[in-house]
């Protein structure tokens, strides 16, 4: 069982939680991910390390709530516990003869980007980031990321917060202007990696974007998370999350990440939350 230390809400729909799990603290790299379970009859979900503290033995997650499990884990509090916590699972993030990047983020997506920035400022290499949001609201880790680049970028899509576009627009702007990167890392929604992707391309810059396909064991072996990458079968689990942007093949793995959409809204409509249940058979 693993303890939840801390619990905070970056905004209506996206929590973050810190976890104690000093086993995983002790491994934990960023772009590195976790599986967890709530209880012994849920389903195991991966997440992307949103950081970690190896002294406290600590593995922070960032989640949204809107599928069945992550909506039992945000009602989870402070002391809490949960079943399984499974990690550190993939490969960690590249920096290797990295000089100058930029750390492209969209919406929650930003949570996994920020570790990454991170970790690319703590090397050494001139980070920019760019990330976006839909709106002011939404916005989460600004003062986090300010620390973890050089330049940030903040881009909202209706104008209410930063520069008024999509980070695709800032990014065009950057790249146009003449800057130039080693390396383009796109962490957020398959179709803003993708358009990440078509936009540096005529640029010839070298994109990496984290993928998160529907994924069950994180060992290689159920074969769900597969994905082509340029014409290869590759698991994303133990050959990824990480893989070069100009190689993906964005439609078949947004129609796999798709299948079981009907059958989760279905399961979100019937499922009695026990947690909740037990509350409200108290309150009687």
């Known amino acids: 069982m693993y303890k939840i230390v801390r619990k905070k809400e ?7 939680m810190e976890i104690e799990a000093p086993f995983v603290a002790k491994k934990a790299k960023a772009g590195q991910f976790i599986i967890f379970r709530v209880d012994e009859k849920s ?66 997506g930003c949570a996994i980007a920020l570790p990454s920035a991170q970790a690319f400022k703590d090397a050494g290499i001139e980070t ?6 839909r709106n002011k609201d939404i916005v989460i880790l600004e003062d986090e990321f300010k620390q973890a680049s050089d330049n940030l970028y903040l881009m909202t899509d209706d104008g209410s ?21 080693d390396e383009v890392l796109a962490i957020g929604p398959i179709p803003m990696m993708k358009f990440v992707a078509k936009t540096t391309e005529p640029f010839g810059v070298k994109t990496i974007v984290s993928l998160n396909p529907i994924m069950v064991d994180g060992t290689g072996m159920c074969g769900g998370c597969r994905v082509t990458v340029g014409g290869e079968v590759k698991f994303a689990c133990v050959d990824g999350p990480d893989f070069d942007g100009h190689k993906v093949d964005f439609a078949e ?24 249940k037990l509350a409200n058979d108290l309150i009687k």
Do not use: W
Request: aromatic share 8%; proline share 2%.
């Open 128 to 133: 920019d980031v760019i990330i976006g949001f």
């Open 161 to 181: 917060y930063g520069e008024h576009g999509f980070v695709t627009v800032k990014l065009q702007q950057l790249l146009e202007s003449g800057k130039q990167y």
């Open 43 to 108: 389903e195991r979900v991966p997440l992307t390390i949103a950081g970690y503290d190896r002294e406290k033995g600590t593995v922070s997650i960032i989640f949204q709530k809107v599928g069945l499990s992550t909506n039992m884990l945000g009602m989870m509090e402070e002391g809490d516990y949960i079943q399984d916590f499974v990690g550190p699972l993939g490969r960690p993030t590249e920096t290797e003869g990295l000089k100058r990047v930029c750390v492209v983020g969209g919406g929650v």
């Open 253 to 276: 793995l947004m129609k796999r990440n798709s299948v079981y959409r009907e059958r989760e809204a279905e399961t979100n409509k019937t499922h009695i939350c026990r947690m909740q």
């Open 10 to 16: 970056l905004n209506s729909a996206v929590t973050m």
